[in-house]
């Protein structure tokens, strides 16, 4: 199936406030010297003074042109400028603000810029459709000024732009600049960086667009210390997203000061009186995890939110949406650190809301020559509701961030698991009973996709948990995971292998042979493989390459059943906290990303005790096959854990259960990109025919790849056993879609209307249940979305699948 044309949806005015926003920041950072003007408004008919923004906060604009810098106003106003030094020139642009209101109802105005009540410069009256006016006069010697806009008051939005006072000491002053801002800030030497950051020395680097991205690279280095702060940007051309972070390096021979207090990032944004926050809570193996809510932030309102233990999606969901749903216009933010990240989201006056996030303990000297990370940060720019920003994040992901194989993103898979529950999981399975469960699948009629070979594989004394010796158990498997991967592998059937290296049992070959790379905690009795430590990472990198290159191994499972930062924390002394966690996530980050580098074709799965290490910058490496250990049988709660999961990852897997029984309705509510089956093939009790029947039908749905178009929730989360729950995923290019409905075991309601999303008004769409001879319906676009489409079940609970696409 050919992929989407992702950007299509992109709005020109979204991509022009990101690129505004990054203007901004650079400007920032490329500052040698700071004069602040006074800015005073002494009289304003309608609304606030604003500054960066037009008076309604949108970006400035003037005739379709954009501008990062100016003053947003309202005829009639008045707007005194006072500067610290004589003025001896002013130079800008001024014009009625080019928006949709304006547009349909403003007048002419005029603009003058005046002195003492005298008028040193004015312009022609100036319409919505007028060219800017251009300012460049004389200043003869003021320090102050007065902007003066007058006119009929009706929508009356008036824009200064590009205002520059130079000064008599050769400084060029930018009045209407946001405050110095370069999106993140820190603490050096007891300092704050606002206070010195723009005296250090800059170095500029920009290359050419690649794959849509334009990299910019600013690096600030102390004159005093040789400190580098390195501040790599990413601006995707195609999208309304800006990505960056940061790297600080010691470049002297000697210790720096101390380091504190990294925010990576640090920023408010005002684009409305009343903001929303939607936040999501993480997975945690409970039926709340991954539930979704939305607070206010228009009475100053403070909410923080960081992971439990280290692991970055423990209980708490590092992707945000900030929402001014009045304006119809937000901001996606998102924090990819995998390890123990703080985010503070605070309510300011007027709806403004300032964001600051990092790693949550920073408080560090380095040494010399030493470097560390701090997390990604990215801002994704919207307009539009809430749904619409999701499918834009989706379409992001999936252009920019999957991991992909031979060019292509991940397909869909069939996968089934042999093993047992509990502390054996496959430490009892052998080489021989693997390819038998394996021939039992196929003489039933099971078509597979990936056979799973999880915990247990290794010496273990028959128990799985008791990690640390990374080699196949000769006893049980004497042919290696070689022997079974080759025989899938002829079969057409990839293979996928867990393992879980970074939690270290007594007594296994890791703790014996390399004690001095494992980290010890007093609240743990296992230790932790020190990823930050060179000579472990490259042990583990060269030793899980040859495996799987030896192996033949398709999928690379890495699980993480361990708090670590009670490790990290216990290894740090009181003037370098939080600096082994950083070297740690380093590690990790290099070790998947050599895996990718070596083994091009490996696909990674993700997995932390289920859902609990799913942050962005592992979800460019990684899928999420197994996004929580909450009871698989629970289908209310797996229903609403995909209906959350779905609007931010396009990819993921499910576990089907029970796994005694064939049963059509959690059947379908296992339906993913990968459905992981649980059947023991020898129980000839089961309903195979019927399991075989529904595998098709999975393989029917998911063939046409729905999952990697728009995706819409149709009614409101829910987990509980009386509701309905309902989505929709549809392709807007091909005018097709599907529709997955849930009515479940309690619910009295035999019938539901859904009302479509993302639909043409003016097409007919044909649509039927996805059941052989069911009946097709001929309904407009229009309809569909306005009256929307009735469902009807005869039992509870079932699920109901419909597919539609263009008449």
């Known amino acids: 199936m050919k992929e989407m044309n992702y950007s299509y949806i992109v709005k020109t005015e979204e991509l022009k406030i990101a690129k505004t926003f990054l203007e901004n920041i650079l400007g920032a950072l490329t500052t040698d010297d700071i004069v602040k003007p006074e800015i005073h408004c002494i009289s304003q008919d309608w609304g606030k003074l604003q500054t960066g923004v037009s008076v309604t906060r949108r970006p400035l604009c003037l005739k379709g042109k954009i501008y990062s810098t100016g003053l947003g106003t309202h005829a009639e106003s008045k707007i005194l400028i006072r500067l610290p030094r004589r003025i001896l020139r002013i130079t800008g642009l001024c014009g009625v603000d080019d928006n949709p209101e304006t547009r349909k109802n403003s007048r002419s105005l005029v603009f003058s810029i005046e002195m003492k009540e005298r008028k040193i410069w004015e312009s022609n009256p100036l319409s919505v459709d007028s060219e800017p006016a251009e300012i460049d006069i004389p200043a003869n010697g003021i320090q102050e000024f007065f902007l003066c806009v007058r006119g009929p008051i009706t929508y009356a939005h008036a824009d200064?732009?590009?205002?520059?006072?130079?000064?008599?000491?050769?400084?060029?002053?930018?009045?209407?600049?946001?405050?110095?801002?370069?999106?993140?800030?820190?603490?050096?030497d007891d300092r704050h960086s606002t206070e010195f950051f723009h005296n250090w020395k800059i170095k500029e680097k920009s290359c050419k667009e690649e794959n849509g991205i334009i990299c910019h690279?600013?690096?600030?280095?102390d004159p005093q210390t040789s400190l580098d702060v390195i501040c790599e940007i990413k601006e995707y051309t195609k999208f309304p997203v800006i990505e960056w972070r940061l790297k600080f390096e010691n470049r002297s021979n000697r210790t720096t000061p101390l380091l504190r207090d990294v925010k990576s990032l640090d920023t408010t944004f005002n684009y409305g009186i009343f903001p929303y926050l939607h936040y999501w809570t993480g997975d945690y193996a409970q039926p709340d995890g991954y539930e979704p809510f939305c607070v206010s932030l228009a009475h100053q309102e403070i909410f923080n939110f960081s992971p439990v233990g280290g692991r970055p999606t423990n209980r708490a969901w590092p992707y945000f949406n900030l929402e001014w749903q009045e304006e119809h216009r937000g901001i996606i933010v998102a924090i990819g650190w995998p390890g123990q990240w703080l985010a503070c989201f605070e309510g300011k006056e007027d709806g403004a809301v300032h964001i600051s996030a990092g790693q949550q303990n920073t408080h560090f000297k380095l040494l010399s020559g030493e470097h560390i990370y701090s997390p990604t940060s990215v801002l994704m720019f919207y307009q539009g509701d809430f749904n619409r920003s999701q499918n834009l994040w989706r379409r992001w992901m999936m252009a920019h961030n999957m991991p992909r194989m031979k060019g292509k993103l991940p397909s869909q898979m069939l996968a089934a698991y042999c093993g047992k529950v509990g502390t054996s999981e496959m430490a009892l399975e052998t080489e021989k009973s693997q390819i038998q469960s394996f021939n039992m699948y196929r003489k039933r009629g099971i078509k597979l996709d990936l056979w799973w070979i999880d915990a247990?594989?290794?010496?273990?004394?028959?128990?799985?948990?008791?990690?640390?010796?990374?080699?196949?158990?000769?006893?049980?498997?004497?042919?290696?995971?070689?022997?079974?991967?080759?025989y899938c592998r002829k079969k057409q059937v990839k293979t996928i292998v867990w393992f879980e290296p970074e939690r270290v049992y007594p007594e296994t070959w890791l703790w014996n042979h390399h004690p001095e790379w494992l980290l010890k905690s007093t609240k743990n009795s296992n230790r932790l493989l020190n990823l930050g430590n060179t000579d472990a990472r490259k042990w583990l990198t060269n030793h899980i390459i040859q495996f799987i290159k030896k192996h033949r191994i398709n999928v690379y499972r890495q699980d993480f059943n361990i708090d670590p930062l009670p490790f990290w924390k216990e290894n740090d002394t009181p003037d370098r906290q939080g600096i082994t966690e950083n070297h740690y996530v380093e590690g990790y980050l290099t070790f998947w990303n050599e895996l990718r580098t070596k083994i091009p074709d490996l696909l990674i799965d993700s997995c932390a005790s289920g859902g609990r290490r799913n942050d962005l910058e592992t979800m460019k490496l990684a899928v999420p096959l197994h996004k929580t250990d909450y009871n698989y049988a629970d289908n209310d709660v797996k229903q609403a854990f995909h209906y959350s999961l779905y609007q931010w990852f396009p990819y993921f897997g499910a576990l089907l259960w029970p796994f005694d029984n064939v049963d059509s309705y959690a059947f379908f509510s296992s339906i993913a990109p990968a459905t992981v089956l649980n059947y023991d093939p020898a129980n000839v009790k089961l309903d195979w025919k019927l399991l075989k029947n529904l595998t098709e039908k999975w393989r029917a749905i998911t063939n046409t790849l729905y999952f990697y178009t728009d995706y819409y929730p149709l009614t409101p989360y829910s987990r509980d056993d009386d509701d309905w729950i309902a989505w929709q995923f549809h392709n807007p290019e091909k005018h097709e879609g599907i529709i997955q409905a849930f009515r479940r075991r309690n619910c009295k309601w035999s019938s539901i209307c859904l009302k479509l999303q993302g639909l043409e008004q003016k097409l007919t769409y044909t649509i039927s249940e996805f059941e052989p001879h069911s009946k097709t319906k001929r309904i407009s676009g229009k309809k569909l979305m306005e009256s929307g489409i009735t469902i009807f079940s005869r039992k509870t609970p079932e699920a109901k699948i419909l597919i539609y696409r263009k008449d």
């Open 160 to 188: 200064w732009v590009n205002l520059r006072a130079y000064l008599e000491n050769g400084k060029i002053v930018e009045i209407g600049k946001p405050e110095y801002f370069c999106g993140f800030g820190f603490y050096y």
């Open 217 to 221: 690279t600013i690096t600030k280095t």
């Open 456 to 486: 247990g594989w290794y010496p273990c004394n028959g128990i799985w948990y008791q990690v640390g010796t990374w080699d196949v158990d000769k006893k049980r498997f004497p042919g290696g995971i070689r022997a079974i991967s080759d």
